[in-house]
Nanobody, 124 residues
């Protein structure tokens, strides 16, 4: 069983930056691919970014490519989402997810564990 706890959400002005963190329990952390998803009011949950267990491979949604960076520290069992040049349309609840395999994927149904979410609000 893996427990995930997100932090770092809040309000940010358009063009600003924010870093989300997701602390995970469970070993070995490197066996899990990790992903970030988001859900805006009235919309379906969508993929944002994912990283392989080793951290050597990443995937990004086109909408965040070049602005967001996913990374992980396996020693600290934590995954991060660095959000730069934030836009109002990035406003959503952001969820961290863990997959019981080391290969990352964009499909939310392939993730086995989810955090409770953290709100990000970007104002123009």
């Amino acid at each position: 069983q893996v427990q995930l706890v997100e932090s770092g959400g809040g309000q940010v002005q358009a063009g600003g930056s924010l870093r989300l963190s997701c602390a995970a329990s469970g070993r070995p952390f490197s066996a899990y691919a990790m992903g970030w998803f988001r859900q805006a009011p009235g919309k379906a949950r969508e993929f944002v970014a994912a990283i392989s267990g080793s951290g050597g491979s990443t995937l990004y949604a086109d909408s965040v490519k070049g602005r967001f960076t996913i990374s992980r520290d396996n020693a600290k069992t934590t995954v991060y989402l660095q959000m730069n040049s934030v836009k109002p349309e990035d406003t959503a609840v952001y969820y961290c997810a863990a997959r019981k395999y080391s290969g990352q994927t964009i499909y939310n149904l392939e993730y086995n564990y989810w955090g409770q979410g953290t709100q990000v609000t970007a104002s123009s």
